[in-house]
């Protein structure tokens, strides 16, 4: 299976990750970006970041994961991307289901890996510090998925 098509039901796949169903080679970048667009489009960005806190560091436990200062959650990728997410998800049709928009969100410059390097310095972003608490971007403000492919920080390899 595609790993994009994991998220074809992507209501069915977040339920999952709510009751720590999911195996640990399920819990991928995209895996992350999917669960977190879904919870920014049903609870609305804050009640989205309070759950993905508590569910990633439950989930990561599940799988006898350690949540510290070197391993496990990220507050500032984590808080980061709900706001990447919820702007990316602002910009699509009221109606398109959720299911469209987390397919357009996995082919999109959001998803690849590095993105957030167009915002964060890798020094900054990897810091024991941002692991633990929200730390500011250094190169430029969180701008969505335009900021990928305008901003003059960002990678070539994420430009459109």
């Not at 984590?78 to 398109?96: E, G, H, K, N």
């Amino acid at each position: 299976m595609v790993e994009r098509e994991r998220y074809a039901n992507v209501d069915e796949f977040a339920t999952r990750f709510s009751v720590c169903a999911l195996a640990r080679h399920e819990w991928t970048h995209l895996a992350h970006l999917a669960v977190g667009a879904w919870h920014v489009h049903r609870f609305g960005p804050e009640e989205a970041l309070t759950r993905l806190r508590s569910g990633i560091r439950r989930l990561n436990e599940s799988f006898g994961g350690v949540n510290s200062a070197t391993n496990g959650y990220h507050e500032t990728i984590t808080r980061a991307y709900v706001q990447l997410l919820s702007q990316f998800l602002d910009d699509c049709p009221r109606d398109m289901p959720i299911g469209e928009r987390v397919a357009q969100l996995l082919d999109s410059p959001l998803a690849d890996r590095e993105a957030l390097f167009a915002f964060y310095s890798r020094e900054r972003l990897m810091s024991t510090l941002s692991r633990a608490e929200w730390v500011e971007p250094d190169l430029a403000p969180l701008c969505g998925v335009r900021g990928l492919t305008q901003s003059p920080a960002a990678p070539p390899r994420l430009r459109g």
